[in-house]
């Protein structure tokens, strides 16, 4: 799978939109772009996926550039709930058999009041 | 969610005893896994089931095995627990989409 990397951390106001982004320079043409979080002592939890298109979900937006070298996701109203650690992964599931998700260091979202 | 628990939620143990580590699920999902969290090394695959009697090494596989017996079920054992495995343990399972859910997590301590 590709490598990733994401800021460190990043701050953002309540109520204003979040924009994480993600570098995935070396991704395949098999490979998907998907994003987790990780609450403060809970599970990660599953955010958005996607290949090529734009993705968004009732969570957020997924960004993928033309190239598929980088993504953003979008979090358009955070709230101080979004508080967490977001996870980009890039995967191959071609093989159509189980994988485990390899979690980098991701990027500390911290919303302030 | 996917109705993930994990049992128990918080355990102490002494160095040297046997550990088992449950998680059950409600969504038949077919996948299923264990994976170990600690500072420093993020999130690490211990093992994983592809179906029932199905299962595979994952990163850290070494002083952990695991069984799935049915489908909602996987057990995680330490058979003698050492230090180094104290760590937060989660569980996740997975359909076909390979949108992975993850329980609430298991705080093990080894003393």
């Known amino acids: 799978d590709a490598k990733t990397t994401q800021p460190t951390s990043m701050d953002c106001a309540e109520g204003r939109a979040a924009n994480l982004p993600c570098n995935h320079s070396t991704i395949s043409g098999n490979e998907y772009v998907y994003w987790y979080r990780q609450i403060h002592s809970q599970g990660p939890q599953y955010i958005i996926h996607?290949?090529?298109n734009n993705e968004t979900n009732e969570m957020a937006s997924l960004i993928i550039t033309e190239d598929r070298k980088s993504s953003t996701l979008i979090l358009p109203h955070a709230t101080l709930r979004d508080t967490a650690v977001y996870y980009c992964i890039v995967r191959d599931v071609s093989s159509g058999s189980a994988r485990q998700l390899t979690f980098g260091s991701g990027t500390q979202l911290t919303v302030l009041p | 969610d996917a109705g993930i628990t994990q049992s128990p939620r918080h355990k102490v143990t002494e160095t040297g005893t046997p550990v088992t580590l449950r998680c059950h699920q409600t969504?038949?999902?077919?996948?299923m896994y264990w994976y170990r969290q600690d500072p420093g090394h993020g999130l690490r695959l211990i093992h994983y089931s592809y179906g029932v009697k199905d299962t595979d090494k994952g990163e850290v596989s070494d002083g952990y095995s695991v069984s799935r017996s049915k489908t909602e079920d996987f057990l995680l054992t330490l058979e003698s627990a050492t230090s180094s495995q104290t760590s937060v343990y989660f569980c996740?399972?997975?359909?076909?989409?390979?949108?992975?859910?993850f329980g609430p997590g298991t705080r093990l301590t080894v003393t």
């Open positions: 996740a399972t997975s359909w076909v989409s390979y949108e992975q859910y």
């Open positions: 969504e038949n999902h077919r996948y």
């Open positions: 996607g290949l090529k």
